[in-house]
């Protein structure tokens, strides 16, 4: 019954849940899973059967593993032209890729014009300078340093999105700066969770709700007799342990978070997170965590990005004129603002 599933299960939890309601229509089950993306992955839904939820949960896997295969900058697979190949021919050759890649990549270009820049999966050679520092800061966090401000100003050259060549095609992509790389974190998990999400429900899932590292993508409504929305919570970024900060009914749109909390190192005693301003070239300081509320979890992550890296003002001006959208500020002394109709969204 659980053929595939068993073959993945050292790197797969998968944990079923059934709440007991006689007046349930559909029957509620949980899944989990580890590795993709670096990050935990988790998926409810209501279905008639647990073979049922098994089938869903086995698609949602091998998708989001495609992409994660696709995406990721740091390591080669077998018969795959991935982003670390591109990366790797970068002043050499172009690369045939998949038709998903040139897909992010050309959505990325969309997010980097919207943002004036302000997420760029160009910028590789300057999030590579950091990446390493943390990792190394993280293993010996008496020996952590920054990086040399002029090391970040000669790699922030080698970051122009315009000079990446996308040839839609021949399926190639080329960087034809040798020293210029992409890192699309900014934007992967969560587009590759929208890409899932269309894919399930294509195949027949119509309650659910996909967590692939907090980007948060819900199908449907809640199929357990009552139809209402989920609800999900924020993450409160001063006090993690504590309650959350507000609880969003969630239907037709996708929720995502950034903050200092998630990937950070100390050096001295200032912590210093993963989200670089392509203006400072060093992590942003305007906000402890903002939230995107939008119809499409990539576009929710692209966005969750570029107005962390935006002073309050022009990160509201950008989400008001743009439809369906919607934002949530945590400032530095636990101040929270909040654009025009992002509590119409908030569970009483």
């Given amino acids: 019954m659980f053929k595939k599933l068993t073959a993945i299960f050292m790197i797969m939890t998968l944990i079923f849940s059934l709440t007991a309601c006689t007046k349930q229509e559909k029957k509620r089950y949980e899944a989990e899973f580890l590795l993709l993306f670096d990050t935990v992955t988790q998926i409810i839904g209501y279905t008639n059967t647990e073979e049922e939820f098994a089938g869903q949960v086995n698609l949602i896997y091998d998708n989001l593993e495609e992409y994660h295969q ?3 900058i740091y390591h080669n697979y077998d018969g795959i032209n991935n982003i670390k190949t591109i990366n790797d021919q970068a002043g050499i050759a172009p690369v045939k890729v998949d038709q998903k890649i040139i897909d992010l990549l050309l959505f990325s270009k969309e997010a980097y014009e919207m943002t004036d ?4 999966v160009a910028y590789g050679a300057v999030l590579r300078i950091w990446h390493d520092h943390r990792d190394a800061g993280i293993d010996d966090p008496e020996k952590a340093t920054l990086p040399d401000m002029d090391l970040l100003q000669e790699a922030s050259v080698h ?3 315009n000079q990446v060549v996308i040839d839609v095609e021949n399926l190639t992509v080329y960087l034809p700066d040798r020293e210029m790389s992409l890192d699309v974190g900014a934007i992967a998990k969560g587009y590759a969770t929208e890409q899932v999400a269309r ?7 119509t309650s659910g709700l996909i967590s692939v590292g907090g980007n948060v993508r819900p199908i449907g409504v809640k199929e357990d007799g009552s139809g209402t929305p989920w ?4 993450q409160n970024p001063i006090d993690q342990d504590g ?3 507000r609880k969003i009914n969630l239907t037709n749109a996708a929720l995502v978070t950034s903050g200092i909390y998630e990937r950070y190192y100390i050096v001295g005693e200032k912590k210093y997170h993963h989200i670089i301003d392509p203006e400072t070239l060093f992590p942003a300081e305007y ?3 903002m939230t995107i509320l939008c119809a499409d979890s990539g576009l929710a992550d692209a966005l969750s990005t570029s107005v962390f890296n935006m002073p309050f003002e022009q990160g509201l001006a950008l989400i008001e004129r743009m439809p369906d959208t919607e934002a949530l500020w945590v400032f530095y002394d636990g101040q929270i603002k909040t654009s025009s109709h992002f509590d119409d969204f908030v569970a009483k």
Avoid at 117 to 120: L, Q, S
Avoid at 199 to 205: D, I, R, V
Avoid at 231 to 234: L, T
């Fill in 70 to 72: 696709l995406f990721d």
């Fill in 117 to 120: 820049g302000k997420v760029n």
């Fill in 159 to 161: 970051t122009d999105f």
């Fill in 199 to 205: 894919k399930a429900e294509e195949n027949g899932m």
């Fill in 231 to 234: 609800k999900v919570g924020i």
């Fill in 243 to 245: 309650a959350d900060i």
């Fill in 287 to 289: 906000f402890l965590s």
